[in-house]
């Protein structure tokens, strides 16, 4: 620009008096004030709402831990403190993690606080994890769950017991018959004009009473029990090759094709090793037992998302099939019935010990059948679930 335009541009700019100069820095003066009282409001109430939400966070009955995104807890109210004991800011949520043990439930742990117990000081843990939209940190939320699981324990006691008083009557007439033919076979057995060949047939007759109330009682056991014994960590694969073992040559004296096909690689439950298998071998036999010679029979397992596996976590389905007659649909709702069996032999108390088992483990066991084209029976039961992979960063 010209010297001389700068000159004219320079001399045409309006110039403030003392007046207006002063009235425009009243104005910022005011201005500031109020920025200054907003600031101090908004001060207050980020302060309330700390307050707030620390009282909060000590009120709350369940256990909260705020973890960075390195694992690190960077928060934790009272109740956590409680549980895991005092100063677990800084601390690593893996080393926390490490103390909780499986149970067997998706989603719940136990924490032993004092090694020196075995079950005096467990508490039962449930574990849920929210993480925050900018993924800057997670909140993990810890119920302590004891006393609601004694109480699921003593609920399902309960119902067992109940079941047994509706089965007594019951268990009059199928305790009855098998020993009166008993006492008949054995009370023959006193005849002198016998010979030999028909004092064994009838002694052969009187012990397959007996052992058929034996069978009878043993189930009856297992019924009332319902829990499961024991609880180890086992393959998949490994337990259905093993049922596979024993039941194949049961198949193929009946003349029925069986096979057995696992598709879950080295998953591994967690339970009683020895119920489950017995569910199974009681769904297979029924489904030996079904399949006319020509017939064939097939289990399964596989692995399912928590969304498939229709009780809420990750699971393995075993699926037995069989080409059997199938089952009519008035049938199908009373299978699972104590003492309802469709075989003269059968103490129809299988099926319902086999459901027991499945639920023992946080699972079930689902029938599909149309007459005439077979029947699928479902068992599904959780994975075994590892806390530290659970909620640890992935």
């Known amino acids: 620009m010209p010297v001389g335009s700068a000159v004219d541009a320079a001399a045409a700019a309006p110039v403030l008096d003392a007046a207006q100069l002063a009235e425009a820095f009243a104005l910022f003066s005011r201005a500031s004030e109020e920025l200054s009282t907003a600031y101090a409001a908004l001060q207050a109430q980020v302060g309330q709402l700390s307050e707030r939400l620390s009282v909060l966070m000590g009120a709350l009955p369940a256990g909260v831990l705020v973890v960075d995104r390195a694992g690190t807890v960077v928060q934790a109210n009272r109740a956590a403190e409680g549980l895991f004991g005092g100063g677990l800011a800084g601390m690593a949520w893996a080393a926390l993690a490490a103390r909780l043990e499986d149970s067997g ?17 467990a508490r039962r843990l449930a574990l849920s994890e929210s993480e925050l939209d900018s993924g800057a940190e997670r909140i993990l939320l810890v119920h302590d769950v004891t006393d609601t699981h ?11 017991l109940a079941a047994m008083g509706e089965m007594v009557a019951g268990l009059a007439h199928q305790l009855r018959t098998p ?6 076979y054995t009370g023959n057995l006193r005849q002198p004009e016998l010979d ?45 090759a ?28 967690v339970g009683d090793r020895k119920a489950l298998g017995g569910a199974l071998t009681n769904l297979l036999e029924n489904g030996i037992q079904a399949c006319e010679a020509g017939g064939t029979l097939r289990c399964e397992a596989a692995l399912v998302a928590a969304a498939d596996a229709g009780i809420g976590a990750p699971a393995v389905r075993f699926t037995v099939r069989d080409s059997g007659r199938g089952i009519a649909p008035e049938l199908q709702e009373r299978l699972f019935e104590p003492f309802f069996t469709t075989r003269a032999e059968g103490t129809g108390l299988g099926l319902a ?42």
């Open 105 to 121: 439930t998706p989603g719940e742990f136990v924490l032993r606080r004092d090694p020196a117990t075995v079950d005096g000081d």
């Open 150 to 160: 004694r109480m699921r324990l003593t609920a399902e006691r309960n119902e067992r």
């Open 179 to 184: 020993l009166a033919a008993a006492l008949l």
């Open 196 to 240: 030999p060949a028909q004092r064994a047939m009838v002694a052969d007759r009187a012990l397959e009473r007996l052992r058929y109330l034996e069978r009878l009682i043993r189930d009856m056991l297992l019924f009332a029990r319902g829990d499961s014994a024991g609880r180890q960590r086992f393959a998949v694969c490994e337990l259905l």
């Open 242 to 269: 093993e049922l596979a073992h024993t039941l194949e040559p049961v198949a193929r004296a009946r003349q029925v094709a069986f096979a057995a096909d696992c598709g879950c690689g080295e998953a591994e439950l």
């Open 353 to 394: 010990i086999a459901r027991g088992v499945a639920r023992a483990h946080g699972g079930d066991i689902t029938l599909r059948s149309t007459p005439g084209q077979g029947a699928e029976f479902t068992l599904v039961v959780p994975l075994a679930a590892a806390p530290n992979g659970a909620l640890e960063n992935p």
